[in-house]
């Protein structure tokens, strides 16, 4: 395995991974923080960073069905959450593209 290059996200206030302290998301690209992952509690972010993507699943979600891509740390593998790849209902279009962190997986800095 090579060397792994992680991005570094500007500003104090940021989300990282809880298992190895690998920058994930600023604060500030928090969409809603009223969502359910398997673990309890999740944000739903626009943007994040320093992860690695699984291959596309359909999976029945709370809102319907949903084609996804688990979220894995890209530093240490821990899965984290999922990606909203296509929504099925045109509801939950606006998921499209946007990524689920479970805050269990989480820890905030700043």
Same mark, same amino acid.
Request: a positive charge; aromatic letters at 10%; one cysteine or more.
């Given at each position: ?11 104090? /206030?940021? &989300?990282?991974? $809880?298992?190895?302290? !690998?920058? =994930? ?5 928090? %969409?809603? /923080?009223? &969502?359910?992952? $398997?673990?309890?509690? !999740?944000? =739903? ?5 320093? %992860? ?18 688990? %979220? ?39």
């Amino acid at each position: 395995m090579g060397l792994i290059f992680l991005e570094s996200l500007p500003g104090p /206030k940021v &989300f990282k991974c $809880r298992s190895c302290s !690998a920058q =994930l998301a600023a604060r500030d690209a928090v %969409i809603s /923080k009223d &969502f359910h992952g $398997r673990y309890g509690r !999740a944000y =739903l972010f626009k943007k994040v960073v320093n %992860i690695c993507l699984g291959p596309n699943e359909e999976r029945h979600l709370l809102t319907g069905l949903h084609l996804v891509n688990d %979220i894995y740390c890209s530093s240490c593998r821990q899965i984290l959450g999922w990606r909203y790849e296509k929504a099925f209902e045109e509801s939950q279009k606006y998921k499209e593209g946007k990524y689920i962190l479970e805050k269990a997986r989480l820890m905030k800095e700043g």
